[in-house]
């Protein structure tokens, strides 16, 4: 393989069951969505499948389908449906569907889909208005009426890992908004607001359900966290074979644009992977990898298929050998934290960016396998 990405299943396990002893009794809804933040969401699945989940969170019903066609049973939630084109494939596929607005809220009761609302309390993007709940409360228990099911209520956090002081607002609505409802006694659902961010911050997010993604992931290290949770262990790699190694003169240009030239003799590896198979382009004279657990910092643009390190200071780099963009490679360690900041972006969109011709090969308790079932 040119370039693969390995993603440790035992490690994503082991994550998740951190999670879960941390917010017990709180159950957990792992976040699979964007197929398992790019790391494949069927090996994903399949890897949790054993922990004690409340339900597999996706975003589309598709996502839903391809999860149930792997054999995955249980409870899994479509948590950006629209009502009014997947009420078929949510109810064919047994998928449950969160509500984000009050045309949702009727038309998927009238499918007889499991609904779960989502109340608005300044993300703006989605969900019932916690501040006017007059507004859709009648529309609420006429679908509670005519036999609705509302297994839960959730509202989503905009600023969880940066303000404290907003996230506590935005409970406060969302318990204001609950209560005000005044629904009957027999009514029963679980609460959920907290994301990674949230469930590290603060155990007053726990409440009944949890949302983690990112930390599942490996993501979120080096964040700073009052609470006992442990740091996630990181779970994706990326790495990438020497394609060639080639020696420059002085006022040699390198890549498109020219944007560096060598001030003195150097000499270059070229790595089998560029931004077609998601290496973030804005690394390009930024970024590093570790061959042979040293450090070799990137030279010129990244291209589609290859980028351009130095490694002059490295002695016997060779055609074959494998560098590593993200992960460990002896004693050093590159973070997904460290490639996110040098590509001007966020981790999500780093794993969820990993092309999909990089080949993801899964290490555990079976030992390295590659697998195409994604």
């Known amino acids: 393989m040119r370039a693969w990405v390995e993603v440790d299943l035992e490690a994503l396990r082991r994550n998740a069951e951190r999670i879960a002893a941390h ?8 976040m699979v969505k964007a197929d398992g933040y790019g790391l494949g969401a069927v090996p994903v699945a399949r890897a949790l499948a054993a922990t004690d989940r409340y339900a597999f969170g996706v975003a589309t019903v598709d996502e839903g389908v391809v999860l149930r066609r792997a054999g995955i049973d249980g409870r899994i939630i479509v948590f950006a449906a629209c009502a009014r084109t997947d009420a078929e494939g949510l109810r064919e596929h047994s998928l449950e569907a969160s509500v984000i607005g009050r045309d949702g809220l009727q038309d998927l009761a009238r499918a007889g889909v499991v609904l779960h609302l989502e109340l608005d309390t300044g993300m703006g993007r989605a969900g019932l208005d916690s501040g006017r709940v007059d507004a859709w ?39 204001a908004a609950i209560a005000s409802l005044d629904l ?30 990112l930390y599942l992931y490996g993501g979120g290290r080096g964040g700073q966290s009052p609470t006992a949770l442990a740091e996630p262990e990181p779970v994706a790699s990326i790495r990438a074979r020497v394609l060639e190694v080639r020696d420059l003169t002085p006022g040699s240009t390198v890549s498109y644009r020219a944007t560096y030239v060598t001030t003195g003799d150097t000499r270059l590896a070229t790595l089998g992977i560029g931004y077609a198979d998601g290496l973030p382009w804005r690394t390009s004279n930024r970024g590093e990898v570790l061959i042979g657990g040293r450090t070799a910092p990137f030279r010129g643009r990244v291209c589609m298929d290859v980028t351009a390190v130095d490694v002059s200071d490295l002695s016997g780099v060779e055609t074959g050998d494998v560098a590593t963009l993200l992960g460990g490679d002896g004693d050093e360690r590159l973070e ?39």
């Open 184 to 213: 009957p006694a027999d009514v029963e659902f679980a609460r959920h607001v907290a994301n990674s961010d949230a469930i590290r911050s603060d155990e007053q997010y726990h409440l009944d359900l949890v949302r983690p993604g």
């Open 23 to 30: 917010v017990a009794p709180a159950r957990v809804i792992p």
């Open 137 to 175: 409360a009648g529309d609420l228990r006429a679908a509670l009426g005519s036999g609705a099911r509302v297994a839960s209520i959730f509202t989503h956090f905009h600023s969880a890992s940066s303000d404290e002081g907003a996230s506590r607002e935005q409970l406060a609505r969302f318990e």
């Open 336 to 374: 997904l934290r460290d490639l996110a900041e040098r590509s001007d972006t966020i981790e999500y969109e780093v794993l969820t960016g990993l092309g999909q011709r990089l080949p993801r090969v899964y290490t555990g308790s079976d030992g390295p396998r590659q697998n195409h079932d994604r």
